[in-house]
């Protein structure tokens, strides 16, 4: 376990050198959060209480979707790309010579990544928002831990999609079209860009059930308080199930693929 928290710490230390780009982040974060912002605004004044949220409970929601939108890779942006890379030109076969889990380094990359994004690119945007906005923040200082768990669960289900994926490529031998078809599906049913409790009947209920969810709504219900008691736990329970889920998945597929290494050009 020591291997992979060194290699989590590299890939921590690996965003923290792109500084200005970090610098840029924040600012687009930033200034898409005031824009939405005022439009939830603009929806809330015509229907308070909309999807069971006052204005400043969907305010929250607008900017824990900033702060987290780049941790848990809700537009990917994480190893993804990299990992297609290499098995487009082969050097998944060096990797696979390795010593080490081949899912779990990949984890263990993607973890660090999404605790720099957190912290350098959630938490400014996040304060800026709570300075401009009645924000509904927690009363309670356990709500803290208890939200920073399930993003912990929602940047893990993330990995796994995200992982399964990019394994296509073995089969596709370029999966841009892939990962872009999931990256739109995560980015609307993650409830980045409306909460999935505004989503009418059949489309809500299935919204809900994906483990897209798990990404952004129910991290976001933690945070506002939703999820308590016993339903905290079913709330963990369906982000730590689709983790298990996905996670076992990307296994059967990466057992398959391995046997049929393709080197596209060499």
Known sequence: MRLY????AG???????YRTATAAGVFTNTVFGFIM???????WDERPLLGGYDTSQALTYVWLGQALLMACALMG????DELME???????????????????????????????????????????????????????LWTWPAFLLSVVLGVVVSFAVR?????SAFWLLDG?????IAWLSGLFFSGMLLPLNLFPGLLGEVARLLPWSALLQVPADVFLGTYTGWGLVEAYAFQGGWAVVLLLAGRLVQAAATRR???QGG
Request: net charge positive; glycine share 12%; proline share 3%.
């Open 5 to 8: 928290a060194v290699v989590a």
């Open 11 to 17: 890939w921590f230390r690996r965003y923290a050198t």
């Open 37 to 43: 912002a005022y439009t939830y605004i603009a929806l």
């Open 77 to 80: 942006g994480g190893f993804e």
């Open 86 to 140: 290499r098995i487009r030109t082969g050097d998944i076969a060096v990797d696979l010579y390795r010593p080490v889990d081949l899912q779990l380094w990949w984890l263990a990359g993607d973890l660090g990544r999404a605790a720099f994004h957190l912290l350098g690119r959630g938490v400014v945007p996040m304060v800026l928002g709570a300075l401009a906005f009645d924000l509904a923040l927690p009363g309670s």
């Open 163 to 167: 992982f399964l994926v990019a394994l």
């Open 176 to 180: 841009a079209g892939a990962m872009q």
């Open 261 to 263: 290494v393709v080197v």
